[in-house]
Structures are given as structure tokens and as C-alpha cells.
């Protein structure tokens, strides 16, 4: 059962391959913007995903967050985050971002609960317009 104050964890390292200059974000050998983003998705959805009912999955509709700082490559980074509301399909959730020295974002993601099968039909459907 979903329930507001649930929280998630995720943790990485910061590589060659996740930064700026990776990513194309940017040219410095820092973690990327677009990362934290995936680090902040993949925290949000693996937080309740065994609460979500078999043939449904969650997709992020919508992220307002903050890069505060930069990481360099070698550090640990990891995203802490907390649902903050459920209305319906609709999830919120509050997010922070730290580094083994500082907080390195944070902000807000949204998702919304869907069906497997039907947005997939319904984004398969492009294909044959």
C-alpha cells in the first residue's frame, strides 16, 4: 500500500561516464545534471515499485530540482527520497541529493502510476501514424 512518508535510497559513484563532459551537459569532468536526474528517478520509483499492483509501473512526469554543487569523479553520491502525497495515479515526492561532503540537490519529482500495457500501446502507436 502506498503511503505518504515512505522513503527511498540509492547510492552511486561519480565516473568518467556520468559526467558533464560525458553527457554532453557540459565540459567539466564533474557529475552531471542529467545524472542526478537519473539517480533521482531511479530513487523514486525503486521506493514503492513493490507497492505498485502487477501490470502497472510508474512514469516521472515532472522534476523541479536544484544542482547546488559539483562532485568530482571518485566521490560517492546518493539521492534520499520521501513520498509526500499521493492523489490518485498522482505521487510526489520530496528529494535530496548529497555528496561525502555537502547536499547536492534537491527539489521535487512527480509520477504518476500507469498501466504497462497501455501506455506502451499508446506510445507503439506513433509508429504506424
Not at 499492483?53 to 534520499?80: F, R
Not at 505521487?91 to 501506455?119: A, N, P, Y
Request: with cysteine; charged share 25%; glycine share 6%.
Amino acid at each position: 500500500m502506498l503511503e505518504v512518508g515512505m522513503k527511498g535510497h540509492e547510492e552511486i559513484t561519480v565516473t568518467d561516464e556520468n559526467t558533464a563532459a560525458a553527457m554532453v551537459s557540459g565540459t567539466l569532468p564533474v557529475y552531471a545534471t542529467p545524472c542526478m536526474i537519473s539517480l533521482i528517478e531511479a530513487t523514486c520509483w525503486k521506493s514503492i515499485a513493490s507497492e505498485v499492483e502487477s501490470g502497472q509501473s510508474t512514469v516521472g512526469t515532472m522534476l523541479n530540482v536544484k544542482h547546488l554543487a559539483a562532485t568530482p569523479v571518485g566521490m560517492k553520491v546518493w539521492c534520499d527520497s520521501t513520498l509526500k502525497e499521493v492523489d490518485g495515479r498522482r505521487l510526489l515526492f520530496d528529494v535530496e541529493v548529497f555528496d561525502e561532503c555537502q547536499k547536492v540537490g534537491e527539489g521535487t519529482h512527480e509520477r504518476f502510476i500507469i498501466s504497462s500495457d497501455k501506455f506502451l500501446a499508446k506510445a507503439n502507436a506513433k509508429l504506424d501514424r
